[in-house]
Structure formats: structure tokens, C-alpha cells
């Protein structure tokens, strides 16, 4: 299991918050990406609009004859930040190839200077290392204050050509990114978080206690068949949805009541004239025919059984109790070898699980019955997992083909064809074995098992069970 799956929650309610979570981050990060390229964005124009401004003046200069740069002889000169805009005309281009080259900023030059009259062949800019400045700089930013206040680390260099092949060029300081976009966006999250989540917290908290109670409605009704009403709470989409669970469960409970009378009515309407005929067959002279009679009435009422038992699985109210699996495993091979079967039981320990006695019995007295019937005899071995006890039913019989495995779980299947239960039985076994394992919570599967030259050795039927 990978961490993602690990740490992601189980229940309804905290995948919501924690998908909404997620979404609520995902776009303050994409807020945060768009506020910083806009900052970016605001920078360049900033640096663009400040470079066309001096290197139109300074062409102007240039066309006027003045000098490129003038002294003012004042404070000024002192300012920080003053030294590094720098204003120089020079033989060779001054960006350098190792430099961090700026498109965005020769765009922008591009679409400026051509409308004012700046004559050029060819623009270049990049972007520099700041020089550090002087301690009395920096006491002299402290007194003046203002923005120049702060240190400045890079330079952007631009540099146009002119028609005479010299390179005029100037530098712009770059502005710091503000720290206070991350704070912004922080404190954004957090009131998103707060406004939002909280809320839904509350409410995915009700909806959660709703459905629960609903869950809790199902558990039952699947493990007792018997209609519980459960109070609706929560939204009205969830209430509806309770009020017709308690109407499906009450008709479906009133439908199995029904359907148990019915079977009542219909085994002892059967079993009555069949205990009839079975004492008048008795006087039958011939005894191969009185025999052939007595087996097929014999028949006839197993597979009556067997019907009745497979459609009260679950209805039967019995409580499960403690049981010793392996004791018990081991007086069904009793009976078996008092039959003169050959039935097998490995050492086992003691294992102690909650059972419905009665129905596990038919259970395991069908597989090891299969198991001698088709196989010649059957090996039991018993095996407690985490969590979980298996049993495993070896024959040696000829197997099943691998595509008619699970059909044979299907309500009178079998692979011999005829109906002489000395061959093939009623057809209910398997089906009866899966049904009382899945009112146990346990599972029923068979494989045929196969030796090295991959021949099969016969069948395997494996049963597990819960340990609570």
C-alpha cells in the first residue's frame, strides 16, 4: 500500500474536507503564480519606461551637441542608486554573453522607441549583478529614506546602436520582489480556511453522524433480515433516503415472513403424504422394486431439505456461540470413519471462533461429504490466518474443469448428469456451503490442485472464516 493511499481517509466526510483542502490550495498557488507574474509584469514595465525615458534624453543629447552626462554638483549625485543609473555611449556593445538576457525588456523597448524618434539597428538587454555600495551610502539612504532606502542586487543594462555603429546604453536598478505578496497570500489562505472549512466541517460532521446512523440501519437489517426503523436526520436529500430504506427493509421483511410461511406450509403439505407413501411402499412384495420406491421417496425429501434449509439461511434466529473448530472438524471425520470412509485430519491447535453451531456443521458435513463422494477420500487441514481460520478439503478426485468451477456453486448444478443421488446428490451442496459461509462473513472457493507435470491431483475446497 503506497503513503498516498495510507494517509488518504476511509470515510466520506474526510475525503470531502480533504479534497476541498486540497482545492482551496491548489488555487492559492495558482493566485500566488498569477500575483507574482504580474509583480514581474509591473517590474518590466517600470524598468522599460525608466530606460526609454534616458535614452531619449540622451539621444537628444547626443543630436543637441551637450555632454552625455552632466554634474550637478549637488546631493543629488550622493543619492542612492544615483551612481548605478548609469548613462554611457561606448565602440562596443556592453551586454555581455554570460549575462541573463531579458526579451520581455527588448519587447518593450522595441514598441517605445521607434515612436519617439530614437534611431536604432539593433536593441540588447540583459540583466547584471548590482556593485555593492559604500557604508556611507548606506548612512546616507537611512537619512534621505524613501524607496532607494533598500539594497539593490541587480541591475537590468540596456543598450541600443546607433546608426553611427556606437552602442548607447543605460542601467536601471531591478526592484526587490515584495515580501508582502507572500504574506498576502498566506493570510488569504488562512481566511479561506477559516471561512470555508470550518463550515464544512460542521456540516460533513452531521452528514457523517446521518449516515452512520443509516450504515448502522443496514448492518442490521442485512445480518437479522429484520426491519429496524431508523429515525431521518440530516439534509433532506439523506432524510428521503432513510424513509425509503425503512419502507424497502418493512416489505422486504414482510416478504421473507411470507415466504417462510409459505415454506412451512408447503414441507409439511409434501413431507405429510411422502411419510404416507413411504409406509405403504413398505408393502410392496418385491423387494428390488419396494427398495427402487423407498430410495426415490428418500430422494424426493432431501432435496426437500435441502430447499428449505437454503431459503431459511439467515432467518433461523440462531445465535452464534463459541465454538472449537477443530473438535468440531474432528467429530464430523468421526462420523465419517464410522461409515468406513477414509477421512483425515491434520494436528491442529485449538481455535476458538463464534459460530452458528447447526449451520457450520452443514457446512463442513457437505464439503467432506463431496470430498469422499468424488474424490475416494478427504484430507482436512485447519489453519489460522490474521484476522481469519481456514479449512482446506483435499481429494483425490479427478478435479473440475477450470471453466465450470463456479457454475458448479449455481443451485442444482452438477457434472454427472443423471439425478441418482449415489452419484451426484441434489445439487445444493456447494450452494448451501457458500450461503452459510456468507452469513458468517466468511468465503467458500475451490481449485483444482495440481502436481509438478501440472496433472491434477485432485480438488481443494477452501473455507474461511472471521475470528470475531
Do not use: C
Not at 33 to 55: F, G, K, M, P, T
Not at 156 to 173: F, K, N
Not at 348 to 377: D, M
Amino acid at each position: 500500500m503506497s503513503l498516498f493511499q495510507r494517509l488518504w481517509p476511509s470515510s466520506l466526510a474526510g475525503r470531502l474536507l480533504l479534497t476541498i483542502a486540497f482545492a482551496l490550495l491548489a488555487g492559492q498557488l495558482v493566485n500566488a503564480a498569477l500575483l507574482v507574474r504580474a509583480q514581474r509584469e509591473q517590474a518590466l514595465d517600470r524598468i522599460a519606461a525608466e530606460a526609454s525615458v534616458r535614452l531619449i534624453a540622451a539621444t537628444d543629447r547626443l543630436q543637441q551637441g551637450r555632454p552625455l552626462r552632466e554634474r550637478f554638483g549637488s546631493r543629488i549625485e550622493r543619492a542612492p542608486g544615483f551612481r548605478l543609473r548609469r548613462t554611457d555611449l561606448t565602440p562596443d556593445n556592453p551586454v555581455q554573453p554570460d549575462m541573463r538576457p531579458a526579451p520581455g525588456l527588448v519587447s518593450r523597448l522595441a514598441a517605445i522607441l521607434p515612436s519617439y524618434g530614437v534611431p536604432s539597428t539593433r536593441i540588447d538587454a540583459a540583466l547584471m549583478p548590482a556593485p555593492p555600495r559604500a557604508r556611507r551610502v548606506d548612512r546616507l539612504a537611512a537619512e534621505i529614506g524613501g524607496r532607494n532606502d533598500r539594497p539593490i542586487s541587480k541591475l537590468a543594462l540596456i543598450a541600443i546602436q546607433r546608426p553611427d555603429g556606437q552602442w548607447l546604453s543605460v542601467r536601471v536598478p531591478v526592484p526587490e520582489a515584495s515580501v508582502r505578496i507572500l504574506a498576502t497570500i498566506i493570510g488569504q489562505t488562512v481566511i479561506l480556511y477559516l471561512v470555508m472549512l470550518v463550515p464544512l466541517v460542521w456540516l460533513t460532521r452531521r452528514i457523517a453522524r446521518s449516515m452512520g446512523t443509516l450504515r448502522e440501519g443496514v448492518a442490521h437489517f442485512e445480518r437479522t433480515q429484520e426491519a429496524r426503523s431508523i429515525e431521518p436526520t440530516g439534509p433532506s436529500d439523506l432524510a428521503d433516503l432513510t424513509r425509503s430504506f425503512n419502507a424497502m427493509s418493512a416489505r422486504i421483511a414482510a416478504m421473507l415472513n411470507e415466504k417462510d410461511v409459505m415454506l412451512g406450509a408447503i414441507g409439511h403439505d409434501l413431507k405429510t403424504p411422502l411419510a404416507a407413501l413411504r409406509v405403504r411402499v413398505e408393502s410392496v412384495p418385491d423387494d428390488r422394486q419396494r427398495e427402487r420406491m423407498v430410495a426415490s421417496i428418500d430422494d424426493i425429501t432431501r432435496t426437500l431439505d435441502d430447499i428449505l434449509t437454503l431459503a431459511r439461511i439467515g432467518r433461523t434466529g440462531e445465535e452464534r456461540e463459541p465454538v472449537n473448530l477443530g473438535a468440531l472438524v474432528e467429530m464430523i471425520a468421526d462420523e465419517y470413519r464410522d461409515l468406513g470412509q477414509d477421512v483425515a485430519l491434520a494436528d491442529t491447535p485449538r481455535i476458538v471462533v463464534p459460530l452458528q453451531l447447526t449451520w457450520i456443521r452443514r457446512a463442513l458435513r457437505n464439503l467432506i461429504g463431496n470430498g469422499v463422494r468424488y474424490g475416494a477420500r478427504a484430507r482436512v487441514s485447519i489453519a489460522q490466518i490474521p484476522g481469519r481460520v481456514s479449512i482446506t478439503i483435499d481429494d483425490d478426485g479427478p478435479g473440475i474443469p477450470d471453466d465450470q468451477i463456479e457454475r458448479m456453486f449455481e443451485p442444482f448444478t452438477r457434472l454427472e448428469a443423471s439425478r441418482n443421488m449415489a452419484t451426484g446428490g441434489t445439487g445444493l451442496g456447494l450452494t448451501l456451503a457458500r450461503a452459510i459461509l456468507h452469513q458468517h462473513g466468511g468465503a467458500l472457493w475451490l481449485e483444482n490442485r495440481r502436481g509438478a507435470s501440472g496433472v491434477v491431483e485432485g480438488l481443494r475446497a477452501t473455507m474461511t472464516l472471521p475470528m470475531g
